[in-house]
């Protein structure tokens, strides 16, 4: 038996030692594998650091054969249009000076004359060649020149000779020729897709600086605009929602320290705040149209510039069949500027391609001019002109946002104070309110007054020293435990009245604050309807001034008949 | 004429509900307090007012108005289907889809309220005519 104890002791110490071993073998393979572990991680790291390097060097490679190539086509665009269009850059440089010869006066017909003709040489197909031609036989009563240049200038472009022709006339007070001219430039506009520097004529018209004749023949065109736009499907809607647009943005904040205690006490407060604030919003609504017919209406002094602006911009400017090789080189200088990036070259070059492209309706017109003059360039005198003939819709919108406004005035409102719950309906009485907040709260006190009773654990000590006294008989040392069960009782029960006593007063503190707090409310709920009845009066008053503006001098032509009446 | 024939609400319908309304036609939604307080048939007037409505357009399920009976009737509804005139005093709730309009209806601004299944026209004492959600 000692010899098997003996032989078990040896192999289990044997066991022992290998499995010691083991574990020394496996911590040592444990280091290994971490070591191993971390420098995978260290390869992973070089790895990467490696790969956006090689990215790195690629990229920049990418950029500089960009820059290569794009420097090397820009030379190509340039020589193309050097070549091809190189002579309009001429024209264009002589037509400002034959402009400022003849307001000068100081260069005589002979050399003008010399001069166009030589230009119209030069630029076989360019519209602004023969029209200088047209203007220096103008300006020295040659008429048939002036007319055969003319014929062939418009064969080449009508839109822009007729504008350039407006423009010239104005500046030389020709104000009957220029109208005609104008009437002619306008009457060819697509209204679904207009410049944007379209409202500086539309501003010097309005303002009158193309004189009375204009303003009549411009006004015919632009109705005909509006009564094709007003006919096509969906064109009424567009319309409603972007005036909806318009002036629910001149909507104000209802500030967080306004009716603090009715916010505070009324679920419906969001409700509440939402129609205040559109009722307010009548009175920007007001102020905003009172600033633009307010006050005498002068021509002001930058249209003249601003149309002189025109006139240079329109000569200045690159041809329509020059535009794609002038796409072509400002892409390509983007990309240089941009250092071979052609992604970001790219991009911004398009931003800025469709802000140069970038068409608007005419009553998307209408409507920055008339709600944001400045962002728009549009002067006052344009600003009354597009309030005028957007007021039917101006209107119609405002109707309906007070009508909104009136039907979403919350009737009756919510008031939660501290547990007690209430509507308020139009002639809600103070007095029945105060009345159903002191029941409640008086319930709720006389239910925590009620709540106090002689039960748990005073009870269960009273019960507890009866039982235990009356073992004490058998055992007088249970009687202390007795004794201090009954004195805990006692003391408790003694308790009830003072607690009920603070419980009272605690629920009257509550029915105080309650009250206080309701009266606010109300007080602030009578302050809150006096405002919105004074704000939702003023809707009124906007009606009534967008109303009356239908007087021709605001309107090229009256829009009054757009619609009809029943029966 | 069926009324409910024409309360048909496409879309073609609802471009005509901020037409100006006639005169005539708001003379006789005014005249609708030229009866007794109670239900009255006034078929001869619905049938008037529908008259006013070109064909087309939408017809409402009744006009919600002030009443100016006094005390204690507040508005009164012209029922174009049923024909009849209601009138209700200050605290008896409304039928639906009328309820919604009752504020309007009181609103000095507003002579009439048109009464349709999903919205409300409130009609002005000079024809203009607003259609709203309800």
Not at chain 1, 91 to 109: C, E, F, K, P, Y
Not at chain 1, 113 to 128: F, G, K
Not at chain 1, 150 to 157: C, G, K, S
Not at chain 1, 179 to 195: G, K, N
Request: hydrophobic share 45%.
């Amino acid at each position: 038996m000692a010899d098997i104890r003996a032989i078990d002791q040896n192999v289990l110490r044997k066991i022992s030692d290998e499995l010691g071993r083991l574990n020394t073998q496996q911590m040592q393979i444990g280091t290994v594998v971490d070591h191993v572990q971390t420098q995978q991680v260290e390869m992973d790291n070089r790895l990467q650091a490696l790969a956006a390097r090689f990215d790195e060097y690629l990229e920049a490679d990418r950029r500089a054969k960009e820059l290569q190539l794009a420097e090397t086509r820009i030379v190509k665009v340039r020589q193309e249009l050097e070549t091809t269009y190189g002579h309009y850059a001429d024209v264009r440089r002589r037509a400002v000076g034959i402009l400022q010869a003849i307001d000068a006066g100081v260069v005589t017909h002979a050399t003008i004359q010399e001069t166009t003709e030589d230009v119209m040489m030069a630029a076989p197909r360019y519209w602004l060649a023969p029209a200088l031609v047209a203007l220096a036989g103008w300006a020295r009563d040659d008429r048939p020149l002036a007319e055969r240049a003319l014929a062939e200038a418009l064969a080449r472009d009508v839109d822009k000779v007729a504008l350039f022709f407006a423009l010239v006339l104005r500046r030389y007070e020709r104000l009957d020729s220029s109208a005609r001219w104008l009437a002619h430039f306008f009457a060819r506009q697509d209204p679904t897709a207009l410049s944007r520097e379209l409202v500086v004529l539309l501003d010097a018209v309005a303002t009158g600086a193309f004189g009375v004749r204009a303003k009549s023949l411009v006004g015919r065109s632009i109705q005909e605009w509006i009564d094709t736009l007003t006919a096509a499907e969906g064109f009424l809607a567009e319309q409603h929602e972007r005036w909806r647009e318009a002036l629910v943005a001149l909507t104000p904040e209802v500030g967080g320290h306004e009716y603090q205690v009715l916010a505070a006490a009324s679920p419906t407060w969001d409700a509440l705040r939402g129609n205040l604030a559109a009722v307010r919003r009548h009175e920007h609504v007001l102020a905003h149209f009172q600033a633009i017919f307010d006050g005498q209406l002068l021509v002001p002094r930058d249209v003249e510039d601003h149309i002189d602006q025109l006139l240079d911009t329109l000569v200045e400017r690159f041809d329509a069949e020059e535009l794609p090789l002038r796409e072509q080189e400002a892409e390509l200088q983007a990309i240089i500027d941009w250092s071979g990036d052609r992604d970001a070259a790219l991009q911004r070059f398009d931003s800025t391609r469709q802000a140069l492209s970038e068409t608007v309706d005419f009553m998307g017109l209408l409507t920055n001019a008339a709600m944001h003059a400045q962002e728009a360039g549009a002067s006052r005198g344009t600003q009354r002109l597009a309030v005028a003939m957007s007021q039917p819709w101006i209107v119609a919108v405002h109707d309906e946002l007070t009508a909104t406004a009136r039907h979403e005035a919350p009737a009756a409102v919510e008031l939660a104070i501290d547990g007690w719950t209430a509507t308020v309906e139009d002639q809600g009485s103070e007095d029945a309110l105060l009345s159903g907040l002191r029941s409640h709260f008086d319930a709720e006190t006389k239910k925590a007054v009620d709540a106090i009773k002689f039960t748990g654990a005073p009870l269960a000590a009273a019960i507890a020293a009866g039982i235990v006294g009356l073992a004490g008989i058998a055992a007088p040392g249970l009687l202390v435990l007795a004794l201090a069960a009954a004195a805990y009782a006692v003391y408790a029960y003694l308790q009830l009245k003072p607690r009920r006593a603070a419980a009272q007063q605690a629920g009257e503190e509550r029915k105080r604050n309650a009250e206080g707090r309701l009266r606010a409310a109300l007080t602030e709920l009578v302050d809150y309807r006096a405002e919105w009845e004074r704000r939702d009066r003023q809707a009124e008053d906007v009606r009534s001034l967008l109303t009356s503006i239908v007087a021709d001098e605001y309107v090229l032509t009256r829009d009054d008949d757009a619609r009809t009446v029943i029966a | 004429m069926r009324v409910v024939d024409r309360t048909s609400d496409g879309p073609g319908h609802q471009a005509l509900l901020d037409r100006p309304r006639s005169r005539r036609y708001l003379e006789l939604a005014a005249r609708l307090d030229a009866g007794t307080a109670g239900e009255i048939d006034v078929s001869a007037l619905a049938a008037a007012v529908i008259e006013a409505f070109p064909v087309g357009a939408a017809l409402p399920l009744g006009l919600l108005s002030r009443c100016y009976l006094g005390a204690p009737y507040e508005v009164h509804i012209l029922d174009l289907a049923g024909e009849i005139v209601e009138h209700y005093a200050a605290g008896r709730p409304l039928p639906a889809p009328y309820a919604g309009a009752r504020h309007l209806a009181l609103h000095p601004s507003y002579v009439a309220i048109e009464v349709y299944p999903d919205r409300y026209v409130c009609l002005r004492e000079d024809g203009t005519a607003t259609p709203i959600s309800s």
